[in-house]
């Protein structure tokens, strides 16, 4: 019943601009913080972005820093993530999460499939 499905990956050239969506359902959408993960090849997840449930400050993996941007929008159950100056490095599968309680103590959580970036010439 919960879902959260990401569209808006593919190829793209190194400079170039990608939009990422997350639809979410079967949760009650503003009482959980939101988040984007991307796992690279052999890498370990690492977090690019999150806004709490709060609506507090959006924050940023320095690698995205002023580069992306993330919002959320509760009354259409969507995340987003607007991706430009995109760089080879920012080849990933990119995840949308749901996280009730904090980011770093989350009470309960979910996960999206995922969806490709692939950065490259």
């Known amino acids: 019943q919960v879902q959260l499905v990401e569209s808006g990956g593919g190829l793209v050239q190194p400079g170039g601009s990608l939009r990422l969506s997350c639809a979410a359902s079967g949760f009650t959408f503003s009482n959980y913080g939101m988040s984007w993960y991307r796992q690279a090849p052999g890498k370990e997840r690492e977090l690019v972005a999150t806004i709490p449930s709060t609506a507090a400050n959006t924050n940023y993996a320095e690698s995205v820093k002023g580069r992306f941007a993330m919002s959320r929008d509760n009354a259409k159950n969507m995340v987003y993530l607007q991706m430009n100056s995109l760089k080879p490095e920012d080849t990933a599968v990119y995840f949308c999460?749901?996280?009730?309680?904090?980011?770093?103590?989350?009470?309960?959580?979910?996960w999206g499939q995922g969806t490709q970036v692939t950065v490259s010439s």
């Open positions: 999460y749901a996280y009730r309680g904090t980011i770093m103590r989350p009470l309960t959580m979910y």
